[in-house]
């Protein structure tokens, strides 16, 4: 299993690339794209520190799904930050 400094830069590297995006709702204006190199770096590292400690398949699928997940949720709290707003 991942340990939590392995699941933190996962989701730190998948923020960082989705606030970099174009199209991101987060913030006001995108990152610039210094932070997309560093969400790569960040994301390199983070699978270097996972596949350096563990092996097997298991550990990729849990890796990869903790990548996905961030894509899904960040988006998803953009909707509920939105909503908010708009009530008040």
Do not use: H
Not at 16 to 21: E, M
Not at 35 to 49: E, H, I, M
Not at 72 to 86: D, E, H, Q, T, W
């Amino acid at each position: 299993m991942l340990n939590s400094f392995q699941v933190l830069l996962l989701i730190a590297g998948t923020l960082l690339f989705y606030l970099s995006n174009k199209n991101q709702q987060l913030l006001p204006n995108k990152l610039s794209d210094g932070f997309r190199v560093a969400s790569y770096l960040t994301l390199l590292c983070a699978y270097g520190f996972i596949f350096s400690q563990m092996k097997g398949p298991s550990v990729i699928f849990q890796s990869i799904i903790v990548v996905m997940l961030g894509l899904m949720i960040a988006p998803f709290v953009a909707l509920l930050m939105s909503n908010k707003r708009g009530k008040s």
